[in-house]
């Protein structure tokens, strides 16, 4: 039977794959016995019980298959013998971003009763990463991603914007407490609470940080909102993009 090539998005997806593997990884690539211990601590199971595909080592073993059949030697001797199975073609690729995104929120409860050890979160963050890497990911964390990396935050407000949103919330405190020291300081030097905040709150719900800013004020607080770096979200954490996540935690940090 004829072999197909693989596409370029999947032969970069090994290549990173093997660069990417640590002793902890490889450790829980190795471990899983299938007992089934994992099974009944996922909420996506107990949602979806008529479901195997949901079960954690059924998730797992979808990685699992591509490392043994590309580093593991029995399965580059015997795939047979080990269900070790490659990745090949775009379409794989879609179908385990489906898998790793989908039916996962790394919540580690499958790891907390693993006897083994075996540690799927960090499994599937890492095949996110790489999914990442090679362009496959859901279109909405594409969208998230490139706004943190472009504008700043995830939910694209300019910095404008921002800073016009928390003028007008301080002007507002202000006439409340008939106080000028209610206004919400912006990069005060010797503040000891910066308050990062989600970026919906800016364009969605911006009395939430008047919420804040007033306990803040009657609690007299020393602090401060950041003019950049105030997303404390991170999608390069949730999409195993550690470059995103490593630039949007120094914004903050």
């Known amino acids: 039977m004829a072999v197909i090539a693989r596409s370029h998005k999947a032969e970069k997806f090994v290549e990173r794959l093997r660069k990417k593997l640590s002793r902890q990884m490889v450790g829980s690539l190795a471990g899983c016995v299938h007992c089934g211990m994992c099974t009944e601590s996922c909420h996506y199971v107990l949602s979806n019980p008529d479901d195997p595909t949901y079960a954690p080592a059924h998730k797992a073993d979808q990685i699992r298959k591509i490392f043994k ?95 016009e949103t928390l003028e007008w919330l301080s002007d507002e405190l202000e006439n409340e407490f008939k106080d000028p020291a209610a206004r919400i300081p912006i990069d005060k030097m010797d503040a000891e609470i910066v308050y990062a905040i989600n970026p919906r709150e800016v364009k969605y719900d911006p009395r939430t940080i008047t919420d804040a800013a007033r306990i803040f004020y009657i609690a007299g607080e020393n602090w401060t909102m950041p003019s950049e770096g105030w997303d404390m979200t991170n999608f390069g954490l949730f999409s195993g993009d550690d470059e995103l996540g490593a630039a949007v935690a120094l914004r903050v940090y």
């Open 69 to 163: 059949r590309n580093i593991d030697w029995t399965g580059r001797i015997f795939p047979w013998w080990v269900h070790a199975e490659d990745i090949r073609t775009d379409e794989d690729l879609e179908r385990l971003k489906d898998i790793v995104f989908g039916k996962c929120t790394n919540c580690r409860r499958c790891s907390l009763n693993c006897p083994m050890g075996v540690d799927f979160a960090t499994l599937n963050r890492m095949a996110r990463g790489l999914l990442v890497s090679v362009g496959v990911m859901p279109e909405g964390v594409a969208v998230v991603s490139k706004d943190q990396w472009e504008v700043g935050n995830q939910m694209g407000v300019l910095p404008q914007d921002y800073l």
